[in-house]
């Protein structure tokens, strides 16, 4: 394993997306932001089955940077309760992760 994460974000659209990814690339918090529209996400909320169309932000960063991500996330998220998860990097290529990890420092 390594000590990078992939970083599942949702958002509304694609510029509330491209600018939690921008924010979080200027601040060295994640590496690069991948945006990725046209999700359909079908979800429990307040008791209710909704649906919506979303965007999906993926970022990498190192494991060590994503407390500080999920409160940046919290402060220009226009939801209540935003996804913030975290997946484990099981294995990669060496000088992907390397520049990952040298891009947050």
Same mark, same amino acid.
């Given at each position: 394993m390594t +000590?990078c =994460? $992939? $970083?599942?974000?949702?958002? *509304?659209d @694609?510029d509330t997306? /491209?600018r939690i @990814?921008r924010?979080?690339v200027? #601040? &060295?918090?994640? /590496?690069?932001?991948?945006?990725?529209? %046209?999700?359909?996400?079908?979800?429990r909320?307040?008791g209710?089955v #909704? #649906?919506?169309q979303?965007t999906?932000l993926v970022l990498k960063?190192?494991?060590?940077r994503? &407390?500080?991500?999920?409160d940046? !996330?919290r /402060?220009?998220h *226009?939801?209540? =309760?935003p996804?913030?998860?975290? =997946? *484990?990097? #099981?294995?990669g290529?060496d %000088?992907?992760l +390397?520049? !990952? =990890? %040298?891009s947050?420092y």
């Amino acid at each position: 394993m390594t +000590d990078c =994460v $992939v $970083v599942l974000v949702t958002a *509304p659209d @694609a510029d509330t997306a /491209a600018r939690i @990814a921008r924010t979080l690339v200027e #601040e &060295k918090l994640a /590496a690069c932001g991948n945006v990725l529209p %046209g999700v359909r996400s079908i979800y429990r909320w307040q008791g209710n089955v #909704e #649906e919506a169309q979303e965007t999906l932000l993926v970022l990498k960063t190192a494991r060590a940077r994503f &407390k500080e991500i999920v409160d940046r !996330v919290r /402060a220009l998220h *226009p939801y209540e =309760v935003p996804e913030v998860v975290a =997946v *484990p990097i #099981e294995a990669g290529f060496d %000088g992907y992760l +390397d520049w !990952v =990890v %040298g891009s947050l420092y």
